[in-house]
């Protein structure tokens, strides 16, 4: 079970990076998803989750509610996080998650606890 991040980058305040998380090795579809980020300094935190099954149930941080959206592409076996309206403080470490539970994060929340699989990190820094 492998999962790689990928799509961060530098991007102006106010602009925008669409994040892609693709697996190999398992359908994501059968998974729970979820968005993490760490900041220099900062503990690890949850960003955004996404259920498996059909429909899917999304989930938000407060801090990114209405800026950014998760959403699966189980044709290309990807999970992508668009994110809109950067702001400095989303410059961070991003990864991404998997747990194979159905819709964990209505229990738990959006928690680093909950997820088995990693991917490594993809750095999106957002400055002018």
């Known amino acids: 079970v492998q999962l790689q991040a990928s799509g961060g980058g530098l991007v102006q305040p106010g602009g925008s990076l669409t994040l892609s998380c693709a697996a190999s090795?398992?359908?994501?579809?059968?998974?729970?998803i979820a968005w993490f980020r760490q900041a220099p300094g900062k503990e690890r935190e949850g960003v955004s989750c996404?259920?498996?099954?059909?429909?899917?149930?999304?989930y938000y941080a407060d801090s990114v509610k209405g800026r950014f959206t998760i959403s699966r592409d189980n044709a290309k076996n990807t999970v992508t996080l668009q994110m809109n309206n950067l702001k400095p403080e989303d410059t961070a470490v991003y990864y991404c998650?998997?747990?194979?539970?159905?819709?964990?994060?209505?229990?738990?929340?959006?928690?680093?606890?909950?997820?088995?699989?990693w991917g490594q990190g993809t750095l999106v820094t957002v400055s002018s």
């Open positions: 090795g398992f359908p994501l579809n059968f998974f729970t």
């Open positions: 998650a998997a747990r194979d539970q159905h819709d964990v994060c209505a229990v738990f929340g959006i928690a680093t606890g909950s997820f088995d699989y």
């Open positions: 996404i259920s498996n099954g059909d429909p899917t149930t999304s």
